[in-house]
């Protein structure tokens, strides 16, 4: 099935280098912790930036089939067009659920896609 029908169907996934990642809907404990997050950081950004948590796409550029991720959480300038281009992103959360654990690089996956510096963290592994 191909990665729009899928979107379509309610099915959360991610394009990374071309491969569709079919991600399951995170359990209460994740969106309870995703929430919290979000209104944290939303009570703390200064002006000209907006958070999102509502599982807004991240886009490599604003054109068809670009890749994309799908993060918890995402701080950001407004786009100038429809979708959200990596260049404006100035913070990504992404709470790394214990199914995802087992791979080690995980939570670097969206802050490595623009070659930014950046630090993941991860709870469940000593820093």
Do not use: C
């Not at 919290?36 to 550029?61: F, P, Q």
């Amino acid at each position: 099935m191909p990665a729009a029908e899928l979107a379509a169907a309610g099915v959360r996934v991610e394009i990374l280098d071309g491969m569709v990642v079919v991600n399951h809907p995170g359990f209460y404990g994740h969106g309870l912790l995703t929430d919290r997050i979000g209104e944290l950081l939303k009570a703390r950004i200064s002006s000209g930036l907006a958070v999102n948590w509502a599982g807004v796409g991240v886009y490599e550029r604003d054109e068809p089939g670009a890749t994309y991720q799908v993060p918890d959480i995402v701080v950001s300038r407004r786009p100038t067009g429809e979708r959200l281009i990596g260049a404006v992103v100035e913070v990504v959360v992404e709470v790394v659920s214990p199914a995802n654990r087992r791979l080690a690089d995980y939570e670097h996956a969206v802050i490595a896609r623009e070659g930014r510096p950046g630090r993941g963290v991860n709870p469940h592994r000593p820093s």
